[in-house]
């Protein structure tokens, strides 16, 4: 099991001090722990609780959000695009964007239709905040104050919810056609002809559609059964072979089973 530190012990710590959700596989934190993986850079963990206030790392960071990476006394990075940025600057190699300009361009657009606002992930945790959103303001339950506070993070609205189907099944024909182009032209990735950014984040965030079994991938039951709800258009547009891909990935690049 891993450790987590404080934000109160990790704040003056030097070096690389990654802030993750404790005990959620949150498909951004694993795709910054995908990242450092590959490159091979260590860091400190650092606890965030998901959905609450974290008065400690707002206080440090300025931030209550993770994941968030933290190197030496440098700003916080918190976005997908900042953490990746950090890690090829800190480990040029093994380069996770490619060199030439035009690959790069798309690999970092096929990351954001992943990883930006209103991208798959995005449009992912509408549908997953949307039992919560739905219940009368006065319900007893206790998780409607964290489901609301996660509702102003992502901007819910029901005419954002009533999108977000037709934004993932968009995304997923298009990483679907982009995989099968690949693969005709003998290529085993999703951009170029190497491991990139664009095959971890895929990989990472496949879980909110389909996780890996219980053996690989430990997770309460609840969670597992809101990653895997999907309506019968997104069923019908997660092409197996997107699957098989990211099971390939994570074989051979990444660490199993996920510890979180």
């Not at 951004?28 to 790392?57: C, T």
């Not at 449009?123 to 506070?149: F, K, T």
């Not at 709800?229 to 019908?236: D, V, W």
């Amino acid at each position: 099991m891993s450790i987590y530190l404080d934000p109160k012990d990790a704040r003056d710590l030097p070096g690389l001090r990654l802030v993750l959700t404790a005990g959620v596989p949150g498909p951004w934190g694993e795709a910054a722990k995908s990242i450092f993986h590959v490159k091979k850079i260590p860091y400190a963990r650092v606890r965030q609780e998901g959905g609450q206030p974290n008065e400690a790392l707002l206080e440090w960071t300025g931030h209550a959000n993770a994941p968030q990476a933290i190197l030496d006394d440098e700003p916080a990075r918190t976005g997908w695009a900042e953490i990746l940025l950090l890690a090829e600057r800190m480990q040029p190699e093994p380069a996770l964007l490619p060199a030439d300009p035009h690959e790069r361009a798309l690999a970092l657009g096929l990351c954001f239709e992943l990883c930006g606002e209103d991208g798959l992930g995005w449009s992912r945790r509408l549908q997953l905040l949307a039992p919560l959103m739905q219940l009368p303001p006065d319900d007893p339950n206790p998780v409607l104050a964290i489901g609301r506070r996660l509702a102003r993070r992502y901007g819910y609205s029901e005419a954002r919810l009533a999108a977000a189907d037709t934004r993932v099944v968009s995304i997923l024909r298009l990483f679907s056609e982009q995989l099968a182009a690949q693969q005709a032209a003998g290529r085993d990735h999703l951009v170029g002809d190497a491991l990139s950014a664009v095959d971890l984040y895929w990989s990472t965030f496949a879980a909110m559609l389909r996780p890996l079994p219980p053996e690989l991938c430990p997770m309460p039951d609840s969670l597992r059964a809101q990653y895997g709800s999907l309506t019968p258009e997104i069923e019908a547009a997660l092409d197996p072979a997107l699957l098989a891909h990211r099971d390939r990935i994570y074989r051979d690049h990444l660490e199993l089973p996920l510890d979180f």
